[in-house]
């Protein structure tokens, strides 16, 4: 019973990975091939982290989940995950995303996504994360660099990122 247990926990969090990749590849246009930066990451990770000062959580989120929303930008957008439970609470490119614990989610090398945003959050307040993702559309894993910003006060990250090719 444990072994199917393992067994369809596996599957599901395979599931899981096709199904962002599919919707990532159906909800990011990309403008003309543009490609966002590490400093646009950046900034709008601050953004997004004084709007949830200026006006609230629940506000700042709503504002982040907009469709033409100033945090979905060239090829990229903002997300945002609460710290100590793990749980997505926004996503623009991914809506369905919002509420689920992602702690879980992992690169083909078995690096920890969500944990380690928050080892770079609880730490630093803010850096970057190297690991493996599929660009939208894609398959094969490529090097991905996500910014992570802790909101000042709060137990919430704001992360962005872009691919390294």
């Known amino acids: 019973m444990k072994e199917q247990s ?44 004084a709007l949830v000062k200026t006006i609230g959580l629940d506000a700042a989120i709503a ?38 614990n992602v702690k879980g989610f992992k690169d083909k090398n078995g690096v920890l996504l969500t944990v380690g945003y928050m080892k770079i959050a609880n730490s630093k307040g803010e850096g970057w994360l190297d690991y493996e993702w599929p660009k939208p559309g894609e398959k094969k894993p490529s090097r991905k660099s996500c910014y992570v910003y802790r909101v000042p006060g709060e137990d919430l990250m704001m992360l962005s990122g872009i691919y390294q090719d």
């Not at 393992?6 to 599957?11: E, F, G, N, R």
């Not at 599901?12 to 990451?41: D, F, L, Q, W």
């Not at 979905?72 to 689920?100: Q, R, S």
């Open 6 to 49: 393992k067994t369809m926990a596996a599957l599901m969090a395979k599931a899981i990975c096709v199904s962002i990749s599919i919707c990532m590849a159906v909800s990011i246009s990309v403008s003309a091939g543009e490609k966002a930066t590490r400093e646009e990451c950046i900034a709008k990770c601050k953004e997004a982290a």
């Open 63 to 100: 504002k982040i989940m907009e469709k033409d929303s100033p945090f979905v930008w060239k090829d990229t957008y903002v997300f945002c995950i609460h710290m100590k439970t793990g749980v997505m609470l926004a996503h623009p490119a991914i809506p369905n995303m919002v509420g689920k």
